[in-house]
């Protein structure tokens, strides 16, 4: 891999976004409205207090998941990455390339949501916002990382959703957003162990409550950024110059 020519993929997937103000929308604005939407939901409650982490760390996964694999797939199906891969472009500065791009998306989106999250919908964060920020990248990151994943066996933009029974639901049926993991049954427990979600939801949960220390948190992160680089090397080795 080359930084320059990954740079200069970033580069130019972020001017196409700049051009697009619907994607921008969907990127920096729909993740903080849902979380809004449920903070409302449960305005009359306490609800929200112990699920609004996990809302931090659910809807901008879902969403920058999306936005990554349909965006890559477009590439492919365009002949856009054919194209380029012609070029002294390798595929590892592709994919790289869009993780940056898409992962700095991704920080600004957090930084969006977390702010909404605490200082217009009410959320408490007993912990230090700053480790909280750094989970909430790390788990935006990992949709743009599942995206590019599931982008490079797609064909079409549709199969890139019939693919969210797979790469998403799942985490969020385990995660423990619905039932604490130690409650389900053991296969399903340890399914749910290992899927990176169920660690970022635990870590974000942890530093909003303030029940866990720093090492707590960090060693989950590392567990989320292992899934992150493994996904990111995998999608690279498996993209394909175009779609058939």
């Known amino acids: 891999m080359n930084p320059v020519r990954t740079l200069a993929t970033t580069g130019r997937v972020l001017l196409q976004i700049r051009h697009d103000p619907r994607t921008i929308g969907l990127l920096l604005i729909v993740p903080s409205l849902l979380i809004g939407l449920v903070a409302w939901i449960f305005d009359e409650t306490d609800v929200f207090t112990d699920i609004g982490p996990a809302m931090i760390a659910l809807f901008p996964f879902i969403v920058m998941f999306l936005v990554t694999s349909i965006g890559t797939l477009r590439e492919r199906r365009s002949g856009t990455l054919e194209r380029l891969l012609s070029m002294p472009l390798g595929r590892g500065d592709f994919i790289l390339g869009y993780a940056l791009a898409f992962g700095l998306l991704g920080a600004i989106q957090t930084a969006i949501a977390v702010a909404y999250a605490t200082l217009v919908c009410?959320?408490?964060?007993?912990?230090?916002?700053?480790?909280?920020?750094?989970?909430?990248?790390?788990?935006?990151?990992?949709?743009?990382?599942?995206?590019?994943?599931?982008?490079?066996?797609?064909?079409?933009?549709?199969?890139?959703?019939?693919?969210?029974?797979?790469?998403?639901?799942?985490?969020?049926?385990?995660?423990?957003?619905?039932?604490?993991?130690?409650?389900?049954?053991?296969?399903?427990?340890?399914?749910?162990?290992?899927?990176?979600?169920?660690?970022?939801?635990?870590?974000?949960?942890?530093?909003?409550?303030?029940?866990?220390?720093?090492?707590?948190?960090?060693?989950?992160?590392?567990?989320?950024?292992?899934?992150?680089?493994?996904?990111?090397?995998?999608?690279?080795?498996?993209?394909?110059r175009r779609t058939p």
């Open 122 to 240: 009410g959320l408490e964060i007993t912990g230090s916002v700053g480790l909280l920020f750094v989970v909430a990248i790390a788990d935006a990151l990992l949709g743009t990382a599942l995206g590019l994943l599931a982008s490079a066996f797609a064909r079409t933009e549709f199969q890139v959703v019939q693919f969210m029974p797979v790469f998403v639901f799942p985490q969020i049926l385990l995660g423990g957003i619905f039932l604490p993991r130690d409650q389900l049954p053991d296969v399903l427990e340890v399914i749910g162990d290992w899927m990176p979600l169920s660690h970022a939801i635990d870590a974000l949960t942890a530093v909003a409550s303030g029940d866990e220390d720093a090492g707590y948190v960090w060693l989950r992160v590392l567990f989320v950024g292992c899934w992150i680089i493994g996904a990111i090397v995998v999608g690279s080795l498996t993209l394909r």
